[in-house]
Nanobody, 123 residues
Framework: QLQLVESGGGLVQAGGSLRLSCAAS????????MGWFRQASGKEREFVGA????????NYGDSVKGRFTISRDNSKNTAYLQMNSLKPEDTAVYYC????????????????WGQGTQVTVSS
């Protein structure tokens, strides 16, 4: 069973940057597409972005396009979420997840999930 562990969350001022990491262990990491989601308090889990197993294809949610970038290093079994120009509305718990579907943007398309890491953006 693939296990995912997020790290890199924290408190940052608006306009700042953070980079989240998602370290995978277990079965081979590279065949899986990876996704990032976030969930703010009292809201549904929202798609942030996804990256194909090769890293050649990425797609993003409308609210983060142009500010967030997903990448992966299969040699390190790790995916990343670079977040720039952060806004208070980006405050949420951020989750990484694994899928066999390329570019899946719905929660149901992912079957392995990390425990999440809190990102708080102050105004």
């Amino acid at each position: 069973q693939l296990q995912l562990v997020e790290s890199g969350g924290g408190l940052v001022q608006a306009g700042g940057s953070l980079r989240l990491s998602c370290a995978a262990s277990g079965p081979i990491f590279s065949p899986y597409a990876m996704g990032w989601f976030r969930q703010a308090s009292g809201k549904e889990r929202e798609f942030v972005g996804a990256i194909s197993w090769s890293g050649d294809n990425t797609n993003y949610g409308d609210s983060v396009k142009g500010r967030f970038t997903i990448s992966r290093d299969n040699s390190k079994n790790t995916a990343y979420l670079q977040m720039n120009s952060l806004k208070p509305e980006d405050t949420a718990v951020y989750y990484c997840a694994a899928s066999t579907q390329v570019g899946a943007s719905d929660v149901g398309g992912y079957f392995y999930w990390g425990q999440g890491t809190q990102v708080t953006v102050s105004s």
